[in-house]
């Protein structure tokens, strides 16, 4: 069974086209846990095999570690048959081991430390290096990274970055549009409200956002999800699990925002998986398919760092869930009544 697709053209410039199972790279930056090279090829060969088409990276991603290994496997394959993107906001640069960025995060990583610059300059200088590390002619999507409160600590610290991104490093990315050099961009965030600030004040493609619109969280549908449908403004869907919990189960010690998940988010998911058991589906396979019930979803890009996770991500993908399990949870109080099934 083929992976299916998504064209997005808001531009009238071709535009392109996402498989709607995404490959999310974070985790081939070796996050949590080292893996090797092999395991890398492993994982990415498999996604390949199966039809998957487009690969989201970032220079944040095992600092650099994550755009070097999709240079390998991406090397002998034609560049028009996959759609590729990165990030912008920040850049890297040398440090020692001891003072790297990332200890207890990033593992068997180079010895790089981040610089958060939204800047004309800055954007040019991130992309330039994410050429380098890519080893390819053209990256698709540039995405913004990262101006959200858990990355830059305060709320005043995001609206100085939204202000610098919006004055400067915004025309950077608009004249490589107008050239040619991209094909869109947007920004990629863990916080909804950022994503509607941005389009509310330019002429933004595509949103990958994190975690916020989920069998978990449907907010973004108040505002920002019908502005992105009325201009056409894709949406990439990372983190459809909650970072683990809708994957796993509410079991003592998952994971949910990148922490354990407190009793309320537990029962919460407790409440959503017997409605899923009911109907004979698994929670994971829900899960993903859930954001794809929007129009405005392109593609959903969970992680993996093993060939296993890739597969239950296919698996996943291919799900075909009844549509009296999305009233279901309606019915119950477990999802927004204005949520797209």
């Known amino acids: 069974m083929t992976l299916k697709t998504r064209h997005w053209d808001r531009l009238g410039n071709g535009g392109l086209t996402f498989t709607e199972l995404g490959f999310g790279t974070a985790p081939l930056g070796n996050l949590y ?5 092999a395991e890398a090829d492993a994982i990415l060969a498999r996604a390949w095999e199966a039809g998957v088409r487009y690969y989201d990276t970032a220079p944040l991603y095992g600092l650099g570690l994550s755009e070097t290994r ?7 394959k034609p560049r028009d048959e996959y759609v590729l993107s990165t990030k912008v906001g920040r850049y890297l640069v040398p440090a020692t081991e001891a003072t790297r960025d990332g200890h207890g995060k990033w593992f068997e990583v180079p010895a790089r430390n981040e610089v958060y610059d939204y800047s ?12 380098e590390r890519l080893g390819v002619d053209r990256i698709d999507v540039l995405f913004f990274h990262d101006i959200d409160v858990p990355n830059q600590g305060s709320r005043a610290n995001v609206d100085a ?3 610098q991104l919006l004055s400067s490093g915004y025309h950077a990315v608009e004249k490589m549009r107008k050239e040619g050099a991209i094909k869109a961009f947007g920004a990629g965030v863990n916080e909804w409200e950022v994503c509607q600030k941005l389009a509310e004040n330019g002429d933004f493609d595509l949103f990958l956002l994190a975690g916020r619109y989920t069998l978990l969280e449907q907010e973004a ?11 056409g403004i894709g949406i990439v869907t990372g983190g459809p699990y909650n970072s683990g919990i809708l994957a796993t189960g509410p079991k003592p010690g998952a994971y949910y925002n990148y922490e354990i998940a407190p009793q309320e988010v537990l029962d919460r998911v407790a409440a959503i998986e017997r409605v899923c058991q009911s109907h004979d589906v698994r929670l994971v396979d829900a899960a993903f398919q859930f954001p794809l019930l929007h129009p405005a979803t392109v593609s959903v890009i969970p992680g993996g760092q093993g060939t296993d996770e890739m597969e ?5 993908a291919r799900a075909e869930i009844p549509a009296s399990l999305w009233s279901d949870l309606k019915s119950e109080g477990l999802m927004r009544e204005d949520a797209p099934t």
Not at 33 to 37: K, V, W
Not at 221 to 231: G, I, K, N, Q
Request: proline share 2%.
């Open 70 to 76: 999709l240079n390998r496997f991406l090397r002998d």
């Open 33 to 37: 846990r080292a893996i090797t090279d």
């Open 120 to 131: 004309y300059d800055g954007v040019m200088r991130s992309l330039e290096a994410s050429f």
């Open 161 to 163: 970055k939204v202000h």
């Open 312 to 316: 239950g991500n296919l698996q996943a």
């Open 221 to 231: 549908l108040t505002s920002f999800l019908p502005l992105c449908e009325a201009r």
